[in-house]
């Protein structure tokens, strides 16, 4: 089982910012390299909702709430991923999980343990 291990929560006032990262520090570099990186959110009595994705390749895509306020980024050598979180709302306050999935392997799909992000004044 891969473990993920997320760092970077905490209280932040509306507007303000975070950084989230989530390790794999038992993957080796070249395992690391194929998976593809997501970020989610979930809040109490709601879906898990999709925020945004970091690919191989280094591009990145975003759900619209977020766009142009939060930025997916990967570091291969580090085995870890970030998501810079800007211009933050109270009601994005919620879990925040990353996500590593192999594209060409079915199943082959892991999760971080979550880190609460609260953005209240």
């Known amino acids: 089982q891969v473990q993920l291990v997320e760092s970077g929560g905490g209280l932040v006032p509306p507007g303000g910012s975070l950084r989230l990262s989530c390790r794999a520090p038992?993957?080796?570099?070249?395992?690391?390299?194929?998976?593809?990186t997501h970020w989610y959110r979930q809040t109490p009595g709601k879906e898990r909702e999709y925020i945004a994705r970091a690919t191989t390749s280094g591009g990145a895509d975003y759900a619209d709430s977020v766009k142009g306020r939060f930025t997916a980024s990967r570091d291969n050598s580090r085995k870890t991923v970030y998501l810079q979180l800007n211009r933050l709302r109270p009601e994005e306050t919620a879990v925040y999980y990353c996500r590593l999935q192999n594209p060409s392997v079915e199943g082959d799909d892991h999760w971080g343990q979550g880190i609460q992000v609260t953005v209240s004044s």
């Open positions: 038992r993957m080796i570099f070249s395992t690391f390299t194929i998976y593809t």
